[in-house]
């Protein structure tokens, strides 16, 4: 944790492999705000291939859902904002999604 992370959301809708609940540390674990869970097993079943689809389709189930505007009203008057993932993929994975939608 960097002091200088402002608001820290965890964005993933499982819990961390292999971190504690006292090591990661976060403001917000906003599950709803993540891939339903049928989005993100298929798109793990080929990560490469599945990117471009997952991208448009996450961004539909985002637009289409109330927890996008509530996530929203809940950051906006935050100075920073660290939006946390699991994906040990920096490029390819839902909070850069969620982050071009902000």
């Known amino acids: 944790m960097d002091s200088n992370d402002g608001?820290?959301?965890y964005v993933d809708r499982l819990w961390p492999?292999?971190?504690s609940h006292e090591t990661f540390h976060f403001d917000l674990?906003?599950?709803?705000?993540?891939?339903?869970?049928?989005?993100r097993e298929w798109f793990h079943?080929?990560?490469?291939?599945n990117w471009s689809e997952f991208e448009q389709e996450y961004k539909k189930e985002l637009l289409h859902s109330p927890?996008?505007?509530a996530?929203?009203?809940?950051?906006?008057?935050?100075n920073k904002?660290?939006?946390?993932?699991s994906s040990h993929d920096t490029i390819h994975n839902n909070a850069q999604i969620l982050r071009e939608l902000l």
């Open 7 to 9: 608001f820290r959301v």
């Open 17 to 19: 492999r292999g971190l």
């Open 29 to 39: 674990w906003d599950k709803d705000i993540a891939p339903s869970t049928e989005l």
């Open 45 to 49: 079943s080929n990560p490469q291939a």
């Open 67 to 69: 927890a996008l505007e």
């Open 71 to 78: 996530f929203k009203e809940i950051v906006e008057n935050k």
């Open 81 to 85: 904002v660290t939006l946390l993932y």
